[in-house]
């Protein structure tokens, strides 16, 4: 919890957003270089696994830069999803996932050697900075270093296995819902136009390396905050998330035996016209901007925004998501124009724990606008 408290939060924005700048910076080189459209699932992945290195580890994986290093190269064999391989983890609804994963395929043993790997080198990175901190040489704010320094895991091994699965769990997620977002600012280039002006009114230019932004820029930028839980709204990462009564109750008067699973989807209550209106399905930033709507967006309970879900079990990392969300859409669309290279494309996701951004990765256009 220390790891995610509010003002923690707002001590990382200065990471994120550094991360964002060059991440914009360096697709305005591809873009110079190729004179090509840039796949912006692509780009998201890539500027996705730096932030969680550099704001969770202190560890900067450099994946904006080198695509096939030797940790990147790693968290891409672990998490394939192509066909076969996703057909025999979603097997794994119905049979034991250690069973599965024992079968002796290549798939299952890329996946073990990756798996392995990666926990030994996110050990290594643990110990390294244990050891800094121990000799007084390190006051970073990654999470990482406020894990260590709160001492809640007795052992570097608990603290790797929690690395690992924020990795899985903040990275992928951010990356989709990135994805989804700048395709809708494409299909609603008003809602693009007005967050680019509200972008170069609060921040910097890209081009000024020395110029701080901390998280106080972003309070002061509502239109961002609105377009930000829009997109949250429309592109939950996690579609659906499953709790089994321990005991048996009732839900609003149904009885509920125990042991019964109940599915609780994101994707249908956060576009439930009875929640939302008769506008649920539109991208509309607006709906968050009215009175007294800043954090309902209008709907009838909060409980009607389930991208995070609520209580005790919600997202701990919901507030490193949305800092990050609003750091890179500040560098993109701050910088660039960005349009689909057909207007006509559909946006079709499949989905297993996390939504899944398209095969061809969005192909778009980048655009550097003049004048920031």
């Known amino acids: 919890m220390p790891a995610f408290s509010f003002r923690h939060i707002k001590d990382l924005y200065p990471v994120l957003y550094a991360k ?17 459209p840039q796949k912006v699932h692509s780009w998201a992945n890539r500027v996705t696994l730096d932030i ?6 202190g560890y900067d994986f450099n994946s904006l830069q080198e695509q096939d290093s030797d940790f990147v190269t790693t968290y891409r064999n672990l998490f394939d999803s192509e066909p076969p391989y996703y057909l025999w983890r979603l097997t794994g609804v119905w049979l ?24 030994s080198l996110c050990l290594d990175m643990v110990r390294k900075r244990r050891e800094a901190i121990e000799k007084a040489e390190s006051t970073d704010v990654d999470v990482l270093s406020v894990i260590l320094r709160s001492s809640v895991f007795p052992t570097d091994e608990d603290v790797a296995n929690q690395l690992t699965t924020f990795l899985a769990a903040g990275h992928d997620t951010t990356a989709s819902s990135l ?70 109750t009732t839900i609003q008067g149904q009885y509920v035996p125990k042991g019964t699973r109940i599915v609780a989807s ?33 709907a009838k309970s909060n409980y009607a925004f389930l991208t995070f879900i609520h209580g005790p079990h919600s997202c701990i990392g919901q507030g490193f998501a949305k800092a990050e969300l609003v750091c890179i859409l500040a560098a993109w669309i701050g910088r660039f124009e960005i349009r689909l290279e057909d207007e ?6 499949t989905t297993w724990v996390t939504a899944r951004a398209p095969p061809n ?12």
Request: hydrophobic residues 40%; contains cysteine.
């Open 96 to 119: 034991p996932l250690g069973l599965i994963f024992s079968l002796p395929f290549p798939k299952n043993k890329r996946l073990r050697a990756a798996a392995a790997k990666l926990r």
């Open 344 to 349: 006509n494309l559909p946006y079709h996701q």
């Open 20 to 36: 964002g700048r060059e991440s914009a910076l360096t697709i305005a080189a591809a873009v110079k270089k190729t004179q090509q």
């Open 179 to 248: 994805t989804l977002g700048i395709y809708l600012l494409c299909k609603h280039p008003e809602v693009q136009k007005r967050l680019r002006e509200e972008i170069r009114e609060h921040l910097p230019s890209l081009d000024d390396l020395n110029a701080s932004v901390t998280a106080d820029k972003f309070d002061q930028m509502p239109y961002m905050r609105a377009v930000c839980n829009e997109m949250l709204r429309l592109a939950p990462a996690i579609p659906s998330t499953c709790r089994d009564a321990t005991h048996a």
């Open 361 to 372: 990765g969005i192909p778009a256009i980048f655009t550097e606008v003049e004048g920031w």
């Open 266 to 298: 994101a994707w249908a209550t956060n576009t439930s016209p009875e929640l939302w209106g008769e506008d649920a399905l539109e991208f509309k930033p607006e709906r968050w901007l009215a009175e007294g709507q800043a954090n309902a967006g209008g």
């Open 52 to 57: 969680i290195g550099c704001a969770a580890m």
